[in-house]
């Protein structure tokens, strides 16, 4: 059995920075995609950020230069720092991991397991709620 979790959510002003981790446990899993998604109030899921095990990442227009995904190898924690945070990235964020490679096909341009959402483990959520 495989657990994610996620730490770190809280409530920030705009502008702040918020860093958010998620722990893997519970089994010795390869996980050659790994991203983070968020679900705004009303609105659907959307995948946030990808890191595969290329070390290739990716991230949606409306964070990039704002968000940095990365990973800590020695404990088994993917990161997501979040600077010069906007009331609109007000969300729970879900951390997810697949064995796959996050690009299905080559060539493609958008990670598919990000856009599409195909991974196949998924953390419960923290909340970030960011003020004016």
């Known amino acids: 059995q495989v657990n994610l979790q996620e730490f770190g959510g809280g409530s920030v002003q705009s502008g702040g920075s918020l860093r958010l981790s998620c722990v893997a446990s519970?089994?010795?899993?390869?996980?050659?995609?790994m991203g983070w998604f968020r679900q705004a109030p009303g609105k659907q899921r959307e995948g946030v950020a990808s890191l595969d095990y290329s070390g290739a990442t990716y991230y949606v227009d409306s964070v990039k230069g704002r968000f940095t995904i990365s990973q800590d190898n020695t404990n088994n924690t993917l990161i997501l720092q979040m600077d010069s945070l906007k009331p609109e990235d007000t969300a729970t964020y879900y951390c997810?991991?697949?064995?796959?490679?996050?690009?299905?096909?080559?060539?493609?341009?958008?990670?598919?397991?990000?856009?599409?959402?195909?991974?196949?483990?998924w953390g419960k959520g923290t909340l970030v709620t960011v003020s004016p």
């Open positions: 997810a991991a697949d064995p796959g490679t996050c690009y299905v096909r080559r060539g493609e341009s958008r990670p598919t397991r990000l856009v599409f959402q195909m991974m196949a483990y």
């Open positions: 519970g089994g010795n899993y390869r996980r050659n995609c």
